[in-house]
């Protein structure tokens, strides 16, 4: 098959008329057709109607950077007249009245929704069915919550899609999954419409195969026009953050760093090592608290009601929430507030700080999704992240780099993204579509 298409390079081509919508989604729904029974990415294609939108938007005036651009929705996330099941049993007659704005602001822009892509159930930590395409033995876990769209989007089954982020479910798949992802700042984009984890860690972002991809979407999603060139600006400072970041990754992460930083130096990035003023070794237990109290509010009276429905993975984090003193919940916050006060400090000398996305490349297990050590920093601060794949380890899986910028700053966050996207170079493909 040919390399998958680019948003950019199929959005030009569709305003030149050399590529219609309506093969553009046939093309995607192929794809789907063809490998979906095997990875399990959707957890329904509305082929119908996707069809019928590309037909619709063949001779309409263009409606904005997305006409006729294929794209799939993670299943917490309202798509009007389709199901919102969450990967749980109790919502399976649950259809959403309206579109969740951030899809509502995607098909402003004139994208074509393909359908609802599989999570784990209610974006926690029992493992989904989705399998990942780097390991045709079925046997490494494709990631997170948002595994489903990481795995459509690497596969060419979508040109983009959305995913969310609570602990480290929008960068961990896409890095296990060899694409690229933005997770905007907190807050950045509106949650409404979105089945919540937790109200002070759940960030809604897109997953793509190119920056200049999550660029386009991250512009639509905000109802942003296009930036105007930053080329006479400064280039961003940036620092590598070693200490946490080295030393918890294991050997073959920390090769595909060393190689990927090697490039980028090489092609005239310049790179030095930022002094860590936070410790990182607290978040994970801080972030788990928040977490449990916050998913444990939301879910009290189903839990309550329909115990024997839940994974027994989500079902200790709620009972984990429902026993938790208030104190210890109050303290948490108290902590996170803390935590993004110091972790801003790491900007006094740098605009961009970069690190390994994951601590290992995708386990091969089954029976989890990975580790968020190295992604809930950066979701407990609420700090803009991007992530890339900068090249294959020596187990034959992708290996990511993340930036991490300012709130405010993702512009220039993924612009900086980009250029070091571009001196990789990495345009690796699964091996199940070599």
């Not at 109607?49 to 799939?72: C, M, N, S, V, Y």
């Not at 009007?80 to 402003?108: F, K, M, Q, Y």
């Not at 599989?118 to 919550?145: I, M, Q, R």
């Not at 990789?424 to 070599?434: E, I, Q, V």
Request: with cysteine.
């Amino acid at each position: 098959m040919p390399h998958p298409t680019s948003i950019a390079d199929a959005a030009s081509q569709i305003r030149n008329g050399s590529l219609r919508p309506i093969d553009l989604v046939d093309r995607c729904l192929e794809q789907i057709r063809r490998y979906d029974d095997r990875l399990h990415a959707w957890v329904l294609v509305d082929e119908a109607a996707a069809r019928q939108t590309a037909r619709a938007l063949a001779d309409a005036t263009p409606r904005g950077p997305l006409h006729g651009i294929p794209l799939g929705i993670k299943d917490i996330v309202d798509v009007a007249g389709l199901p919102t099941r969450a990967g749980s049993p109790l919502r399976e007659d649950h259809i959403a009245a309206a579109d969740a704005p951030i899809v509502a602001a995607l098909r402003r822009a004139g994208a074509v929704i393909l359908g609802k892509t599989v999570t784990v159930e209610f974006a926690c930590f029992d493992p989904s069915p989705t399998l990942n395409p780097w390991d045709p033995a079925g046997k490494h876990t494709p990631g997170g919550s948002s595994s489903g769209s990481a795995v459509a989007v690497a596969m060419g089954m979508c040109l983009g899609a959305i995913g969310t982020q609570t602990g480290g479910s929008l960068v961990r798949p896409s890095s296990y999954c060899g694409v690229a992802t933005c997770k905007p700042a907190w807050g950045r984009l509106s949650t409404q419409g979105i089945v919540p984890v937790s109200y002070h860690l759940d960030h809604p972002g897109p997953i793509a195969r190119y920056v200049d991809d999550l660029a386009i979407l991250m512009r639509c999603l905000l109802s942003e026009k296009e930036p105007s060139p930053s080329a006479a600006a400064e280039p961003p400072r940036v620092g590598l953050l070693e200490g946490f970041f080295l030393e918890e990754a294991d050997e073959a992460i920390r090769t595909a760093t060393a190689t990927a930083l090697e490039k980028l130096r090489h092609d005239g990035m310049e790179i030095r090592t930022a002094g860590v003023s936070a410790r990182f070794d607290d978040v994970l237990p801080n972030h788990r608290r928040i977490m449990a109290a916050e998913a444990a509010a939301y879910h009290r009276p189903q839990f309550t009601a329909h115990r024997e429905a839940y994974g027994p993975l989500i079902a200790g984090l709620l009972d984990e929430g429902l026993a938790m003193p208030a104190v210890d919940y109050a303290d948490a916050l108290a902590w996170q507030r803390d935590f993004r006060r110091r972790v801003r400090s790491l900007f006094e000398s740098f605009d961009v700080l970069i690190s390994p996305a994951t601590d290992t490349t995708a386990p091969p297990t089954l029976t989890t999704t990975g580790t968020p050590k190295f992604q809930a920093p950066w979701s407990c601060a609420g700090l803009p992240v991007v992530s890339i794949p900068c090249g294959l380890a020596h187990d034959g899986m992708p290996a990511a780099l993340q930036l991490v910028s300012l709130p405010g700053a993702e512009a220039m966050l993924l612009e900086t993204a980009e250029a070091c996207q571009q001196s990789l170079a990495f345009n690796g493909l699964p091996p199940l579509m070599r």
